[in-house]
């Protein structure tokens, strides 16, 4: 069970950044030109916040998302282009860093080899999988394709134990249905059915690319819809699995043996190179585990063939020549998030390089590009955060004293990351060759699983980053109670050295104060400050609290995203009131850090209008109603629209900035606004 949170979806996140300040701003920081000022802030405040923003930036055919986030991938990847390139373009010492972020990108760049090698790469491991004969032989296939990190039936990871956070603990995770969310297979709304007959069709496409007849090509498709959708009807859906207690099943190896039997565990084990002897392991959902068990003893071997077979044609499919790039892009690209055009080739390489060696990159990049000036003020405001969120426990009127007492100490017990890592990972055991862009991600994939399976017997190693310095992204990890901003993040819009303290306590600030209430989410709440799944609240306390966020989980759920479609409440539920927190926080540290020296109105903006409006142009973006209608089954947070209009309502200095009355029609009444941080 991981349970990391983020400030956006990590799948979507954008995963390149580039240098703090390069957009020289004036004080206040805010580009005016991108508020609509036609529309009142009372009736749309994302419109009147940056509807001009969003007319400025329509959607380009290569995206889904257009938004603050991408602006910055746009740049921060030419950045690390320069980079990458200055490196692709000489010979390298072999063995060295820079022989292996040059020749991953030359691999990923030569259309010309890739085109010729068509599906050569993944032949002869093709053929493996369909010579097998008896299901013994499943299991060391599983665990064969992997060590070159392709995934089926289930995840296995090491990771900190919930309620023991200092040990390392051997974890099965659910899995092995490639379009992600169980509704996907069972669900039968036209949306829904549409997505499903396209996912048929790229399962065909692609076995027809290997060379399969239609007739052929057809019937493996049938295995391995049968195969996902008997999964996907045990699996656990994404609401249940933000349930920290539902899913943790801890037991000793030797019972989870007994009760999964039917499964060589033991061979599993061995064949992932595992040397450490497992005592004990959490088995996070047991019933979709169950139903593997049960499938690999029931069904034909054919049809384990044809779903193995399709795993690895899946999962090598953008590294191989363009018709299966292409057919890849068509299913998971334009059908399940409306964009219309595959990213140019030199993006998707960037993304492959920072993807196989991605603290490799970061530690070039941070030397260029992150200024240590803008590590000291993260850290200055990071302090008035957390004493912002000490003051805003103490006011909850509906808390106990002693549950009081117990948060802030976990408060004041947060582990801070900023920037970049202490120490970076060693890549020297891995080699990068000019066989094939494949086989290196394979052997890039087996590098991460062994540096990962090398951490069981060991203590959790706090000190390492979750996420890479360039990730334009943070997050909040409750089993090290600890919150990290990456450097990727720590620019324009969100952060600027240049502007004052509305413009950045509006936007960096409630992203810190964001991550910071993650630790009280109705999630993150549940882990003590030791970071151990442990109830420390005094009896009453979690009925309040769970009281107070349902009026959040029922106000979100009464969203129409699309027409008919509505928001998940429930779903979102922690990253709602994560920003709610966030923005109270930062706006009570924000009047806090300018109570001796407000600030003065400038172009016609109080300071506190400026703060709502920083906060707001972090979410400007346009969004295709594909990649709305996917976010919205399968992503905690809310859309950037939302995360503006449904959370700001909520907010009593939004009202009082913007002189907002019960006339405007994003008024909600005080007693009915989300009372909680
Ligand atoms: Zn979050």
Redesign the pocket.
Known sequence: MKTI???VAATFAAMLAGCAGQKQTNTIGIDLANMDTTVAAGQDFYEYACGNWMKSHPLTAEYSRYGSFEVLDENNRKQLRELIEGLASKQNEPGSLAQKIGDVYNLAMDSVTLNQQGAEPIKEELQQIAAMKDKSEIVPMITQLLNQGVGSYFSSFVYADPKNSDVNMFQLNQGGINLGEKEYYLDNDSATINIRENYKKYIVKLFTLVGCSDAEATQKMNDVMEIETAIAKESFDAVQQRDPEANYHKMAYADFKKQFAGFDWDAYVKGLGIKTEIADLNVSQLEPIKEVVRLINTLPVSKHIAYLQFNLIDAAASCLSDDFVNARFDFYGKVLSGRQELSPRWKRAVSAVNGMLGEAVGQMYVEKYFPAAAKERMVKLVKNLQTALGERIDAQDWMSDSTKLVAKEKLATFHVKVGYPDTWKDYSNLDIKKDSYWANNCRASKWALDDNYSRLGKPVDKEEWLMTPQTVNAY?NPSTNEICFPAGILQYPFFDMNADDAFNYGAIGVVIG??MT?GFDDQGRQFDKNGNLRDWWAPGDAERFNERVKVMADFFSNIEVLPGLKANGQLTL??NI?DHGGLSVSYLAFKNATKDAPLATESGLTPEQRFFLAYANVWAANVRDEEIRSRTKSDP?SLGRWRVNGALPHIDAWYEAFNITPNDPLYIAPENRVKVW
């Open positions: 949170k983020y400030v909040y964001h991550e993650h922690g990253e994560a947070h």
